[in-house]
């Protein structure tokens, strides 16, 4: 098995953004997603969502491609849940996705975004481009030259860093 560091921040949307997931579909949508990701072989580091639609933070190995992982996890959970006899079935997830890919030193940030999804929608505090799923692509995110031209030594000493155990 090849090693991988491969992070992803993963988000898309009930059909027509209908605001179907309540506390009661939620819990059981969020189980069917989590067994399927978990069992593709991904590491999930956070699952939540709103009322219209649904982030996950995971590791995705590369055996699989994102979009195929993204699309068999969409349709497990919505058959499952459309068979289970639910009384709000059926649900529908629209085609479009958004996925952000990032390094590990933005784990913590990408996990506590998720994780405090209803309450960044009630306080109006999501960020715009982390709820995107559809459109051309997003503008890319840039840090400041001197981050990406660091030292040598130091650029070793982040990697060594990561090595050790937490």
């Known amino acids: 098995m090849p090693y991988w560091q491969l992070f992803y921040h993963i988000v898309w949307a009930t059909k027509n953004r209908e605001p179907i997931l309540s506390p ?3 819990s059981i949508i969020y189980d069917y997603l989590r067994t399927k990701a978990i069992n593709l072989g991904a590491v999930l580091f956070a699952l939540n969502g709103w009322r219209d639609h649904v982030h996950i933070v995971a590791a995705i190995p ?3 491609a994102v979009a195929k992982f993204i699309g068999q996890v969409k349709a497990v959970a919505t058959t499952k849940f459309n068979k ?3 009384p709000k079935a059926p649900i529908y997830w629209q085609s479009e996705y958004g996925v952000f890919s990032f390094g590990k030193k933005r784990l913590p940030n990408y996990v506590n975004y998720v994780e405090g999804q209803k309450e960044h929608h009630m306080n109006k505090s999501a960020i715009p481009m982390l709820e995107r799923t559809r459109g051309e692509g997003v503008r890319l995110l840039r840090e400041t030259e ?6 040598q030594n130091e650029w070793r000493n982040e990697f060594d860093r990561l090595e050790k155990p937490d």
Not at 146 to 151: A, C, P, Q, S, V
């Open 24 to 26: 009661d579909i939620e």
């Open 62 to 64: 590369p055996s699989i």
């Open 84 to 86: 289970s006899g639910h």
């Open 146 to 151: 001197e981050y990406y031209f660091i030292d």
